[in-house]
């Protein structure tokens, strides 16, 4: 019987075939001096002792992973409705498949003096989730090698388990349709639970405001605060020499005042709850005006400049001019100011206060915040981080002595202080000129304006400083914000003379309606 071909020989010839018909460039033929090493098996068994969970969980969307090389990515708006779908469906994916890969087993910290390697620790033989070694550890002490050997049993079963059925006592098997056996869902029970479960969509805003009114001679002036909003939800607007009215009940605008060609309206303040607003001019001057009657009710002196701050705590009027000095009045008493109060350096543009507190927060042009305890002439704090004009500054009504400043062109950051202990919470940079703040009355959000270089609007959730929102349309800064009496809309003043109104935030379910008939408004003829 003769020999068959070597099959050697015929596997080399195969080889050189094939080669030859790619061609060299595309398969390089092996070299002589090395022989192909013969691979015997029909299946791929992972191994995963050199595999550390640990790691490659932890590392599984941390920035910089190795995992996935660095693109440079767009710059997408985090207030966009579709970027926040976006993020929860991503963060909705993330769930389930960790979930479906770890179940109950997601790995943990492992302690410095145990190593992740199989052969250093092994689990209970009889405890719950947990997978039999490949190929399971020896259990006689006297074996020392490391070399793995091959089971004499399955590696893996295919038949299911021989588990009694329990039976009705019409004799039909108990099936729990929910065990994951029976499922035809490529997913647990469990995240399928999860998938269904009702998820709250994210609020909308409007982006495009549902009133404009033209505001000619509207100064574009950073310093200035020339937009406040009455609580018997009148608008009063400084536009030149003249201060306007604009009542959001009846629509109708009607003209408080004009101080003439020689003067300049530089600041308007309503106060907390009544029709008396006040008026603070170009020449020094605080006019208090009757706007049911519209009739002024005095005039104040004691400034040599401007006064372009204002602020109500009561009875008690605040100014700040850029003489530099603030003063207290008591509109009650007939003395011009009750307290002076002096520490910036520059012109006093932001004052707002606290009417819980009774603490006063002042802004200047000196980059510097000072908080003030009810009438003392003394600060109680003095914050000196910001690195421009301190003008927008924002009293929360959630937090107890939480204050929000804001930080003009080179700062372009929002502090948060607490008040109460005199040390700062959190920051955020904004990337342009912060000019106004303002808390939301419903819910816990804040609402900044901004000027250089973007001239956006924009809704904050507190205390994590997401966008909600991101509103454009004015041309130039946007310098001027007032908040409605029921917080529900926003209006916005800016160089390019006009009024944009936004309806930002919800409605207050908690709030009681106010009768019309305790409007004295009403009562106009």
């Known amino acids: 019987m003769g020999t068959g071909p070597d099959a050697e020989l015929l596997r080399k010839a195969l080889d050189d075939t094939v080669g030859s018909m790619l061609g060299s460039a595309a398969t390089p033929a092996p070299s002589p001096s090395r022989k192909r090493q013969r691979i015997y098996g029909d299946r791929f068994i992972p191994n995963r002792d050199g595999v550390d969970l640990q790691a490659s969980y932890s590392l599984l969307h941390a920035e910089g992973s190795p995992s996935s090389p660095t693109k440079a990515k767009k710059k997408v708006q985090s207030g966009e409705l579709q ?3 976006a993020e929860e469906a991503n963060r909705t994916f993330s769930t389930l498949l960790r979930a479906e890969l770890f179940h109950d087993s997601i790995p943990q910290a492992t302690p410095t003096n145990f190593s992740t390697r199989i052969h250093h620790s092994s689990p209970h033989p009889h405890s719950p989730n947990t997978r039999a070694h490949t190929p399971p550890p020896s259990n006689n002490a006297t074996t020392s090698s490391l070399t793995p050997s091959t089971p004499h049993k399955n590696l893996f079963s295919y038949i299911s ?13 108990n099936i729990d349709t929910r065990a994951e056996i029976y499922s035809l869902s490529p997913v647990g029970f469990d995240s399928q639970r999860m998938l269904l479960s009702p998820r709250k969509q994210p609020r909308t805003v409007s982006k495009t405001p549902y009133k404009v009114l033209d505001a000619p001679e509207l100064a574009d002036d950073f310093y200035l605060n020339l937009v406040d909003w009455g609580s018997m ?7 030149g020499s003249s201060v306007y009215m604009w ?8 003209k408080l005042c004009d101080l003439g060609a020689d003067d300049s309206v530089t600041s308007v303040s309503w106060i907390q ?11 020094g001057f605080v006019q208090i005006w009757d706007a049911k009657e519209c009739r ?3 005039t104040m002196m004691g400034h040599t400049a401007r006064v372009g701050a204002l602020a109500w705590n009561d009875h008690i009027l605040t100014s700040g001019s850029r003489d530099r ?17 002096t520490g910036h350096k520059q012109e006093v543009c932001g004052l707002k206060w606290n009417p819980d507190d009774g603490q006063l927060a002042s802004g200047g042009n000196d980059n510097k915040l000072f908080i003030w305890d009810k009438l003392s002439s003394t600060p109680l704090y003095k914050f000196s981080d910001h690195t421009a004009a301190v003008k927008a500054i924002a009293w929360s009504p959630h937090q107890h002595g939480t204050l929000a400043s804001g930080g003009g062109t080179v700062d372009r950051r929002i502090k948060f202080w607490n008040t109460l202990t005199g040390t700062q919470i959190n ?26 270089s973007e001239n956006q609007i924009v809704v904050w959730k507190y205390p994590s400083m997401t966008q909600v929102a991101s509103l454009t349309g004015h041309t130039c800064r946007v310098l001027y914000l007032a908040m409605s009496p029921n917080g529900e809309v926003v209006v916005t003043g800016a160089g390019d003379e006009t009024l944009r109104f936004w309806n930002c935030f919800g409605r207050n379910r908690d709030e009681k309606r106010v009768s019309v008939a305790l409007d004295p408004f009403a009562q106009i003829r």
């Open 296 to 298: 002024r009710l005095r």
């Open 325 to 341: 000095s603030i003063y207290h009045r008591d509109v009650r008493r007939p003395e011009q100011y009750i307290t002076k109060l």
């Open 83 to 85: 970027y926040q779908k």
């Open 233 to 239: 939800n009148i608008l009063g607007v400084g536009l």
């Open 427 to 452: 920051e955020i940079d904004t990337g342009s000129q912060v000019c106004n703040l303002a808390w939301s009355k419903n819910s816990n959000e804040i609402v900044s304006t901004h000027g250089y």
């Open 247 to 254: 009542n959001a009940n009846t629509l109708k605008v009607v």
């Open 161 to 173: 388990p021989k588990i009694h059925t329990p039976r009705s006592r019409k004799g039909q098997p």
């Open 273 to 283: 709850r009544g029709s008396h607003v006040a008026i603070g001019t170009n020449k």
